[in-house]
């Protein structure tokens, strides 16, 4: 087992041990509400997994009485003005939400698998994130909710967009319109969440065992079929089938299939390439 790798940030902590990224929301005190910092903090620990290859899976938890009470209502006004008295201004509001919708979707479009835990409230702007993971578990106590309509507001930044792929519609506009807590038995049984543990620490302990277990296969292959995944939710069978040719032909390796294989028989963890660095063109020469 290789020695974690600790890095700290104003709302979060970053660990990576053995390929395997664990993302801690760290402001219990503030029920980790998400105002400017979080946002920034954000992106940067997305973009570095995205762009090192280090990491294979990705686990985010939280700490405190509740995963996140969602957006910090506070910043509104003060580090963010939404200015509705002009065409201008409003104009500006489309462009800032684009720029927050950004975010999350990055945890969508992130190359390797991204695994939510979740206990306590899962709140407003923390739905719209934890809606944009791959999996989702949950403790006995948690629940989500829609908070925007009830501080007289539209979801906005990705919960009314992604929700609706994973639950019913009829509950997500139930969920939407009024308002309601929906708790975690509930939610597993429309299929939100994949599992509901007791306590925070085995779910947790579950978690990372999940994100091992695809730590230990080809990254390549583990990025195709997140590929193939998203695209598949988005387009019609027949497009996605044509989609997967093309990508299967990219990525396909017979080394990949024959260590996998010979790994399983002699009962042993199999050796694979990581995923290639990346590098924005822009900062390159």
């Known amino acids: 087992m290789n020695t974690p790798v600790l890095t700290s940030f104003t709302c979060f902590s970053l660990t990576i041990t053995d390929h395997v990224a664990h993302l801690v929301l760290n402001r219990p005190e503030a029920m980790n509400t998400m105002h400017p910092t979080f946002w920034r903090e954000l992106d940067e620990v997305l973009a570095h997994l995205h762009q090192s290859g280090e990491a294979r899976a990705l686990v985010v938890s939280s700490t405190g009485k509740h995963f996140s009470a969602g957006m910090a209502l506070e910043t509104f006004g003060g580090a963010i003005t939404m200015d ?13 939400l684009t720029d927050m ?11 390797i698998p991204v695994i ?11 739905v719209d994130m934890v809606t944009a993971g791959c999996i989702r578990y949950a ?7 829609i908070q925007e309509i009830n501080i007289g507001m539209v979801a906005d930044v990705g919960t009314l967009q ?21 708790g975690a038995q509930k939610a597993l049984g429309y299929g939100l969440v994949n599992e509901v543990f007791d306590a925070q620490e085995a ?42 040719g093309w990508l299967q032909g990219a990525i396909w390796s017979n080394q990949h299939v024959r260590e996998s294989v010979t790994a399983m028989k002699q009962k042993r963890a199999g050796d694979f390439p990581a995923l290639t660095p990346l590098q924005r063109f822009s900062e390159l020469g």
């Not at 919708?101 to 945890?107: L, P």
């Not at 939510?116 to 923390?126: D, E, L, S, Y």
């Open 84 to 96: 509705d008295q002009s065409p201008e201004g409003r104009a500006a509001i489309f462009d800032l």
């Open 101 to 111: 919708q950004a975010t999350f979707t990055r945890i969508d479009n992130l190359r």
């Open 116 to 126: 939510m835990a979740i206990h306590g409230g899962c709140i407003g702007g923390a």
């Open 139 to 145: 403790t006995a106590d948690a629940f989500f909710c």
């Open 162 to 182: 992604r929700l609706p792929k994973l639950i019913p519609l009829g509950v997500v506009k139930e969920l939407a319109y009024t308002g309601r807590r929906l």
């Open 203 to 244: 779910m947790l302990a579950a978690a990372l065992q999940c994100a091992r277990e695809i730590a230990s296969k080809p990254p390549v292959a583990i990025w195709g079929t997140k590929q193939a995944v998203n695209y598949a939710r988005d387009h019609s069978v027949e497009d996605s089938l044509r989609q997967m």
